[in-house]
Nanobody, 126 residues
Framework: QVQLVESGGGLVQPGGSLRISCAAS????????MGWFRQAPGKDREFVAA????????IYADSVKGRFTISRDSAKTTVYLQMNNLKPEAPAIYYC???????????????????WGQGTQVAVSS
């Protein structure tokens, strides 16, 4: 069982930056991966970024490439999502997800993840 706790959400102005974190606890195994998804009111949950422990593989949604960076603190089993040049949009809940035994081609699929955090809200507004 893996527990995930997100933190760091908030309100930021357009063009600003924000870093959110996800701390994982519990058992993990080979090819452990953690990802970020977001969901705005009335919209489907969408993939943002993911990191796989084995090989340090990362993947991003096209909409955030070049602006967001996912990274890992191996000592703390924590992943971070650094979000730069944030665009004005409706508030969204950012969810952290995790899975052991993740294959690279499935990292962006929400249905592949076994564990989910409660989410942290991010709003970009002036």
């Amino acid at each position: 069982q893996v527990q995930l706790v997100e933190s760091g959400g908030g309100l930021v102005q357009p063009g600003g930056s924000l870093r959110i974190s996800c701390a994982a606890s519990g058992r993990s195994s080979r090819n452990f991966a953690m990802g970020w998804f977001r969901q705005a009111p009335g919209k489907d949950r969408e993939f943002v970024a993911a990191y796989r422990w084995s090989g340090g593989n990362t993947i991003y949604a096209d909409s955030v490439k070049g602006r967001f960076t996912i990274s890992r603190d191996s000592a703390k089993t924590t992943v971070y999502l650094q979000m730069n040049n944030l665009k004005p949009e409706a508030p969204a809940i950012y969810y952290c997800a995790a899975k052991s035994g993740m294959i690279l081609s499935a990292m962006s699929s929400s249905s592949q993840y076994d564990y989910w955090g409660q989410g942290t809200q991010v709003a970009v507004s002036s």
